[in-house]
Structure formats: structure tokens, C-alpha cells
């Protein structure tokens, strides 16, 4: 894999999206020389980010060629929208349409980005998420809702995405929420027997949350309940930032650590050419470098 490449990144774009209330920012960043194609990652941020956080991953994906495309979901705090909002019970509904319609709105976000025309590669596409976004991600990848019955809600999975990355999805619901989860989040429960696209899961073995009554394991449900070639990346003593993919030094981190979102740069950025067919060797190379590492840990099937 080759060094890294100067970025550019334009936002906010803006993509119409009528009775959402407000239309969708997005924030779209990609190497700003070299030639496609590009392969495309479209990012769904944690509860109340937006598409300005996590640049510590989307920087370094844009880096090493890929576009990386950002959009505000309703929950941002920079759109302040009130609990007692009609539209807030099916938020994570329409976190899903903003994906779609960033899928949906490629050739308008390649047009607002000087000298982007014409390099996306719209063959190689994945979605990665963090906390909620993760788990609005996994939609995209074969997941879904199941109702108050356990009755499995719309199949919303996207045929143009062909792997993903889930950073801290929450695990099964049911009795493995707290009373305050099942009460407050009704749409965290999701079932993944049909999430057969390629993915790579990552929790914290420290991350323990006051939405499950099961320990740190509940954030690896994604990996051990779904189908097909997935992969597990486990990280030692991480909370639920995982080091700070947020942002460095953003508040909400209590486990700062360079070396693991150092780590997550480069394994992220790995597993994505891998899955979209841009090259493997990289991929190999982190799996082997983490063999014994006091960072974590890594498996795989399929």
C-alpha cells in the first residue's frame, strides 16, 4: 500500500430530501491527485456527531484512496432537534435513507469536489458506522429490526455495498437490554441472520455499557450472529471510543490511545481493499503484525 496522499475535503454539500425536514449535509473528502478508480466509503457517525467527527479515520481512508462521504443524521447535536420531535421515534429509520440517498446522490457529491468527476468507483462500495451508526450501517449489510413479536422487520440491504466496517455495533436486544434501553431505543434490536456482506466487526473488551445487561461480548453479537465471511477485531482494554476515532481529543473519550486508532487506521484501511477487490496483500500483512500484539485481537471466517 502506498503512502499517503494530500486530501481534500468539501462540505457541507447539500442533497435535497424532501419530508425529512430538513435536507442532508454531507461532507465528501478524497485524495485530491491520482487517478481512479476510487473506491467508496460511506460513513454513519455514533449519537449526535455529524459529518465534521471522525476525521481520524475518514482523513486516513481519504488518504489511501478512498472517497469517504460523511452525512449529518437528524440526531446531531448541531441540528438540536427536541425529544418531543414527531420524527424523533423513527430516527433510526431515516439514518438509514440518508445512506440511500448518499448512494443514490453519488454523481451530485462527485460534481461538488474540484477534480473528483469521473474517479469513484461506484463497483467497490462499503459502509462502516460507530455505535448507532454502526448499527445503521449494518442495515445496509443485511440486518435487521425485529418488532416487539421477535417478527423480523424490512429487509433494507443495499445490493451497491459490498463490505463493511462496524465499529462498536450493539448486540442483540430483548432481555439483553437494560430496562432503560428497551424502554428509550425499542429499534435496538436487531437480528443478523441475513447480514451475508463482508464485514469487519470491532469492539472494546473493556467497553461495558449501560444499554446491556451483558458485559463487553454483547458489542460482538454482529460477528458470531451473522452469516458469511466476516472478521473480528477485538481491542485490549478499549472503551466504547476505541481509542478516540471521534476525534483526538474529543470529550466523550475516556480511553485515549494514538496506537490503537493508529491501529484501526491501518487495519480498517486493509480490510476495505480487501473486501472491495482493490488489492489483498495489505490485508495480510496486518493480520500478521497482529499476531501476539498486546493491542488486540484478530479472527476471521469464511
Known sequence: MSGPTPVISVGPVVLPAPGRGVDLHVRVSAPATGDGPLPVVVFSHGFGESMDGYAPLADHWAAHGFVVVRPT????????????????????????????????????????????????DRGRVAVAGHSWGAQTAGTLLGARVLDADGVP????????????????????????????????????????????????????????????????????????????????????????????????????TTDESPERVALLQRLTTAYLRDALGVEHESWKRECAALEGSPLGRLESRG
Open 153 to 252: 422487520g424490512e429487509d433494507l440491504a443495499d445490493p451497491r455495498v459490498g463490505a463493511g466496517v462496524l465499529l462498536a455495533a450493539a448486540g442483540r436486544g430483548g432481555d439483553d437490554l437494560t430496562p432503560f434501553a428497551a424502554e428509550h431505543f425499542p429499534f435496538m434490536n436487531p437480528d443478523f441472520a441475513g447480514m451475508a456482506t463482508p464485514a469487519l466487526v470491532v469492539a472494546g473488551d473493556d467497553d461495558h455499557s449501560r444499554l446491556s445487561v451483558r458485559g463487553p461480548d454483547w458489542w460482538t453479537d454482529a460477528y458470531h450472529l451473522s452469516p458469511g465471511r466476516k472478521s473480528l477485531l477485538t481491542l485490549s482494554g478499549a472503551h466504547h471510543s476505541l481509542g478516540g476515532v471521534s476525534g483526538y481529543g474529543a470529550a466523550e
Open 73 to 120: 443524521h437528524l440526531d446531531s447535536r448541531r441540528l438540536g432537534l427536541a425529544p418531543d420531535d414527531p420524527r424523533t421515534p423513527e430516527i433510526w429509520r431515516i439514518r438509514v435513507d440518508d445512506l440511500v440517498r448518499v448512494l443514490d446522490g453519488l454523481d451530485a457529491l462527485e460534481a461538488a469536489v474540484p477534480g473528483l468527476a469521473g474517479r469513484s
